[in-house]
Each structure stands twice: as structure tokens, then as C-alpha cells.
T-cell receptor, first 113, second 111 residues
Framework: AQKVTQAQTEISVVEKEDVTLDCVYE???????LFWYKQPPSGELVFLIR??????QNEISGRYSWNFQKSTSSFNFTITASQVVDSAVYFC??????????FGKGTRLHILP | DAEITQSPRHKITETGRQVTLACHQT?????MFWYRQDLGHGLRLIHY???????NKGEVSDGYSVSRSNTEDLPLTLESAASSQTSVYFC??????????FGPGTRLTVL
């Protein structure tokens, strides 16, 4: 079965703190893709990153970084020096070979000024 | 710039009426998807298409249908709207093996 679990339903941190959003996935496929999407209060879904199953290199993009570990089936997302504009719901997702994407239920992140 | 659009953005309808939500993309992507988003459920796949004349059922397809007559459009039809179909609907498209790009969403209320 394919499954994505985001155990943190809601997180609140004070601005400038670092925060990590957890994502654990299950799949029987050896080839798959993992994604993170951001959904700000305005409601649109914004694509943040894609990682394929053969590339375990961590990625950094500005204040955002992603840690992919196949051994623990995790694809965690860290925001460094958080800002109020980072407040949003963040979805982790898994795409299998037939291109269907399965989403986690999301983590609502509140950055407090 | 290529984009994906949805219309209407907001719709209020009555139980039993037929409703069609439009999705149009200019990315020239073969793959298109419809999701619904509800509190506590995240995004759930309704229908998807891998190309013209191809349609497939997703996780929550009952009460919905789609048709794909060209590459750009995948309209979603609610045959007889029910209150349980009140939701936010997102259309998405993708090209192998990229990420899916989402439309802005349609908020549907069924009274």
C-alpha cells in the first residue's frame, strides 16, 4: 500500500526559530518521487520540491532544506530562521509509477511574530 | 506563460443539480487530475487522465465524471450534486516525471 504520514497536525513556533516538518512514506515501488507543497492562507497549492527515489542527496534552497532518508522512509522539511510568511499548510506527497500522487494530511504551521 | 486555470472559482448550487467545473491548462501536459480537499482528509484523488479519450477513477470517484476531448481541458461533472460534495476542488496537470502543478481551486457549496 502507498501511504504518506505527516504526524504533526499543527505546529507553532516563534519567528526566527528553526522548524522541521516530518514526513514518513510507505511504498512497494523501487522508483518513486516525493514532493512537498505549500498551501498559504490564500488557498493555492505551491510546488516546493521533487525528489526521486534514486537521489538521496539533501537539498537546500535558501532557508528551506530537505532531508531524504530511504532507510527510514522519511522526507523531512526544515525551515531555518522561520518568518511569518512561512505560515501555511505544508503537504508531503508520494508519486508512484502510474503518476498518481498520494498526499499526507498536511501540517499547519504557525509562525508567531 | 503556461498556466492552469479553473472556473468558476466559487459556486453555490442546490442538491440534485448537475454542476460542471472547468479546468484548462496551457502546459501541454498529457496527465491531468482532479482532487477534492476537505478538512481532516487532505487532498483526495477523484479522477485522472493520461491523455485524450483516457479517463480513470481515483479514490473518491462516486458521483463524479470527467471527459477528455483535448489535451488542454478536463471538465469535472457532478451528475446530481449532494451536500457531501461541498468541498474545494483542485485540478492539476503534470508531465512525466515532474511534479503536478495545481490550479487555483474552486470552492463548491451544495445547499
Amino acid at each position: 500500500a502507498q501511504k504518506v504520514t505527516q504526524a504533526q497536525t499543527e505546529i507553532s513556533v516563534v519567528e526566527k526559530e528553526d522548524v522541521t516538518l516530518d514526513c514518513v512514506y510507505e511504498t512497494r515501488d523501487t522508483t518513486y518521487y516525493l514532493f512537498w507543497y505549500k498551501q498559504p492562507p490564500s488557498g493555492e497549492l505551491v510546488f516546493l520540491i521533487r525528489r526521486n527515489s534514486f537521489d538521496e542527496q539533501n537539498e537546500i534552497s535558501g532557508r528551506y532544506s530537505w532531508n531524504f532518508q530511504k532507510s527510514t522512509s522519511s522526507f523531512n522539511f526544515t525551515i531555518t530562521a522561520s518568518q511569518v510568511v512561512d505560515s501555511a499548510v505544508y503537504f508531503c506527497a508520494l508519486r508512484n509509477r502510474d503518476d498518481k500522487i498520494i498526499f499526507g494530511k498536511g501540517t499547519r504551521l504557525h509562525i508567531l511574530p | 506563460d503556461a498556466e492552469i486555470t479553473q472556473s468558476p472559482r466559487h459556486k453555490i448550487t442546490e442538491t440534485g443539480r448537475q454542476v460542471t467545473l472547468a479546468c484548462h491548462q496551457t502546459w501541454n501536459h498529457n496527465n491531468m487530475f482532479w482532487y477534492r480537499q476537505d478538512l481532516g482528509h487532505g487532498l483526495r484523488l477523484i479522477h485522472y487522465s493520461y491523455g485524450v479519450q483516457d479517463t480513470n477513477k481515483g479514490e473518491v470517484s462516486d458521483g463524479y465524471s470527467v471527459s477528455r476531448s483535448n489535451t488542454e481541458d478536463l471538465p469535472l461533472t457532478l451528475e446530481s450534486a449532494a451536500s457531501s460534495q461541498t468541498s474545494v476542488y483542485f485540478c492539476a496537470s503534470s508531465a512525466e516525471p515532474g511534479g503536478q502543478f495545481f490550479g487555483p481551486g474552486t470552492r463548491l457549496t451544495v445547499l
